[in-house]
């Protein structure tokens, strides 16, 4: 018994070629708490979520594997240049990091304010960035949730 043909058009390809585009979801930062092993429970449950949504939207883990290394906890951000995450990353490109911060960002799990600071020769500005962990307002219900005791703070 022969098994029925699939028209060509019917078949998805494998790989395309383009790039996979993620739409723009609202994001609610994380509102961090007092004490540091608060702070690192929180941040391994949002690390747990993050890890889901990007195998599910196809985004790099590069990023999600140092950002734990690389967090400032006294600031409650990332603050680290793309070059130096690409860096603690396996020396990977500094765009496959720019990439994955914007997917990132654009699934609603992180946001980034742009800044600057003068540079130590007094007259060159230097571009910063912040990087600070959210979650999206609307939850994929296909993500589970880490089990334990989470109190929420609202404002």
């Not at 990007?54 to 999600?64: E, K, Q, S, T």
């Not at 990977?92 to 997917?103: D, G, P």
């Not at 571009?127 to 005791?149: E, Q, S």
Request: net charge positive; proline share 6%; glycine share 8%.
């Amino acid at each position: 018994m022969r098994a029925a043909a699939i028209p060509i058009e019917e078949i998805e390809p494998a790989f395309t070629g383009k790039r996979r585009q993620v739409s723009r979801t609202p994001s609610l930062p994380l509102i961090w708490p007092n004490t540091s092993k608060a702070r690192y429970d929180l941040f391994d449950a949002w690390h747990g979520v993050a890890m889901q949504y990007a195998r599910l939207n196809g985004v790099g883990l590069r990023f999600l594997a140092v950002s734990k290394i690389v967090m400032r906890w006294n600031q409650q951000a990332i603050t680290a240049t793309n070059q130096q995450l690409a860096d603690r990353a396996g020396y990977c490109s500094i765009e496959t990091i720019r990439r994955e911060i914007a997917a990132l960002r654009d699934l609603g799990l992180l946001s980034t304010k742009g800044g600057g600071r003068r540079h130590p020769d007094g007259i060159r500005i230097i571009r910063t960035r912040t990087i600070r962990l959210a979650v999206p307002t609307n939850m994929d219900p296909r993500i589970k949730l880490p089990d334990g005791d989470f109190e929420t703070e609202t404002d």
